[in-house]
């Protein structure tokens, strides 16, 4: 007997001393081959077990629980806790239930928190409020434990109002009620509530941890006011002395003054971090540098990470997103998939607009199939939306709209109908972008400024000008003031129809000055039907307002090529050149094989070269049997007509559109992104490639897609 009490105390205490799984497995072998597993309680080994954070653990645990009779309270919620935090965080309800069909013991206030946790992790907010009846029923709704559970499971999933409703309810409130109301306030972007929450905490002597201001300065990034940022960095060091080895705290501050916009204040505190610096700081820096648009001092940040987590990923992607660096972002995405991080939905929602910015149709799709279609469809109207306008901008139109009528009508948003609205006018899809516009109506939701924005660029872009007129005079029917974008669409619809003086007489009728997006429309509109004296007024206008802008002098210049004003024209490339300014450019993107080809104006720097140069023979040879003669109007320069003809036939979309013919399948559609205008020698050399080589091509310029088949354009000319 002596020595079964001698087992039994060193047993139990190598089982306290137990450091690792493998160890508590030993010791448990150790108590069954002793004999004395029907002396030493159960529910130690089955703690152990549980709490491991091991999946082999708690099927341990499973095995040991299913061999007791009549587990108690103590060993049921011990069970359930380890299930919530682990990743089979189901199995806590199923034993739940279990516990409940049994009726041996009854939940209490350590039960309920374990299974909420569970409902969150599994984002069952149905079930969540469930276990909230139970936890009524059960009589332990004024628990202090529990309601605070209650408040961050309702947090957790936005029901803000809700968590509100069990604080205020609440007999006593201690820091932890504070701070998880405050939280959930910060994180659903409301940071009125979470201040007055804070003051009503100190009107109560509850005195604020690091937790508090965590969740505080979370909330003054809402506000977009630093100076209540720096007043709560200034109350840290009162309350909570020096902060210097709370890094927790330092990453919260750094997070806030990089949202608010100080960078220099941000630095200070980051560089106060040390060889310590987390890697929610750096993303932090990083993210705030890229808002600036300082995308070279981020890069800098990012690769002096040691570590990097998704969010500085994603944080860099989407910086170069943002400044128009859509090449690298994509090469940066690809660098990320090669170490096996996996992105989530803001990641795609940046790569996304990467694919947009370069046309790469192929790129996206594999984005949509490989990580969006089946996983998250629908859910995430952000990245839905997102999905949306990368195929209708990268030229799948049909796509897009299979997407858009693919997502249930109470998902739909007005955000989504702007996306698909756009995308159809991009494509000069009027008669259907109204047609989604009424739908939208019927719908009952309201549209918004940027919806009159798309659906009039529409009508611009389709020829549609009653419509259009129509559309801009029921805005105010929706409460809405036009604004400049509104006019400017209204102008470029009456210009580009032709209507030039209706076009500028709506011009000095508006109540606000015209910018240049305005003055730059009607001088191309006055290009197109060769009005050379509005246009004068327009051109001068443009270069009033940005005299450092080489595209107003070149259109210009065009416009008095094109009106045969030679003198003038060279007198305005002369004053171009005079000053230094430089002509945007030109360049083309195409995508083959998953990668992209970028293509600038009689650059001959292509590893196909060779190849690029004999198809380029070719086109022009074909052309001129199906009698083409190249437009070199817009060549205005001291060469001869035959050095002319070579300017525009070394323009980047023909070489472009070369290396497709190339490297593309006979029955493929060759898809190019330009970043200017097309010109009006390559869209007429275009339409007849099209009919010579029996393909399909789409160009999407700076204003829109064209679709050239069997000799004609989508456009109609009009562009």
Sequence with gaps: M?????????????????????????????????????????????????????????????????????????????????????????????????????????????????????????????????????????????????????????????????????????????????????????????????????????????????????????????????????????????????????????????????????????????????????????SSMISGYTREGKIERARQLFDQMDQRDLVSWTAMISGY????????????????????????????????????????????????????????????????????????????????????????????????????????AQHGLGETSIAVFREMELMGLKPDGVTFVTVLCACSHGGLVEEGKQFFESMLNYGIKPQMEHYGCMVDLLARDGRLDEAYGLIQSMPYDANSVIWRALLAACRLHRNAKIGEIAGQKLLDLEPDHGAHYVLLSNMLAETYRWEE??????????????????????????????????????PQTKEIELMLKDMTMKLKSAGYVPNTVQVVFDVDEEEKETVVSYHSEKLALAFGLINSRSKETIRITKNLRICGDCHLAFKLLSEIYRREIMVRDAIRFHLFKKGNCSCMDFW
């Design 2 to 282: 002596k020595r079964l009490v001698l087992e039994h105390s060193s047993l139990l205490a190598l089982l306290e001393s137990c450091k690792s799984l493998k160890q508590a497995l030993q010791i448990h072998g150790q108590i069954v081959h002793s004999g004395l597993n029907h002396h030493i309680s159960s529910s130690q080994l089955i703690s152990f077990f549980a709490l491991s954070g091991c999946k082999n653990g708690l099927f341990r645990s499973r095995i040991l629980f299913s061999q007791i009779d009549n587990p108690n309270i103590f060993i049921w919620n011990t069970l359930m806790r380890g299930y919530s935090r682990s990743d089979s965080p189901q199995e806590a309800l199923v034993l739940y239930t279990s516990m409940l069909s049994k009726g041996i013991v009854s939940p209490n206030n350590f039960t309920f928190p374990f299974v909420l946790n569970s409902c969150a992790r599994l984002s069952s907010f149905k079930s969540g409020c469930q276990i909230h009846c139970h936890i009524i029923k059960f009589g332990l709704e004024f628990d202090l434990f529990i309601r605070n559970a209650l408040i961050h499971f309702y947090s957790i999933f936005g029901y803000i109002n809700n968590a509100h409703k069990v604080f205020e309810g609440s007999l006593a409130r201690d820091l932890v009620s504070y701070n998880t109301l405050i939280n959930g306030y910060a994180q659903v972007k409301e940071p009125c509530p979470a201040l007055w929450l804070f003051r009503k905490m100190q009107d109560s002597c509850i005195q604020p941890d690091a937790f508090t201001f965590v969740a505080m300065f979370s909330a003054c990034t809402e506000l977009n006011d630093p100076r209540i940022g720096k007043q709560f960095h200034a109350v840290v060091y009162k309350n909570l002395g020096c902060v210097g080895s709370n890094m927790l705290l330092k990453t919260a501050v750094i997070n806030m003054y990089a949202k608010c916009g100080l960078m220099n204040m941000a630095e200070r505190v980051f560089s106060t971090m040390g060889m310590s610096k987390s890697t929610a700081a750096w």
């Design 569 to 606: 024209a060279r007198q305005v490339r002369k004053l171009m050149d005079d000053s230094g300014i430089q002509k945007p450019p030109g360049w083309s993107y195409i995508e083959h094989n998953g990668t992209l080809h970028r293509f600038l104006a009689s650059k001959k720097s292509h």
């Design 321 to 424: 997103s943002q400044v128009g660096g859509f090449s690298l972002a994509l090469e940066l995405f690809g660098k990320m998939e090669s170490l096996g991080i996996h992105p989530d939905e803001v990641t795609m929602v940046a790569v996304l607009r990467a694919c947009v910015g370069l046309g790469a149709l192929d790129f996206g799709k594999r984005l949509h199939q490989q990580y969006i279609e089946n996983v998250v469809f629908g859910r995430n109207i952000f990245l839905t939306t997102a999905v949306i306008d990368m195929y209708a901008k990268c030229g799948s139109i049909d796509t897009a709209l299979s997407v858009f009528y693919k997502i249930p009508k109470n998902l739909k948003t007005v955000s989504l109908f702007n996306s698909i609205i756009s995308g159809l």
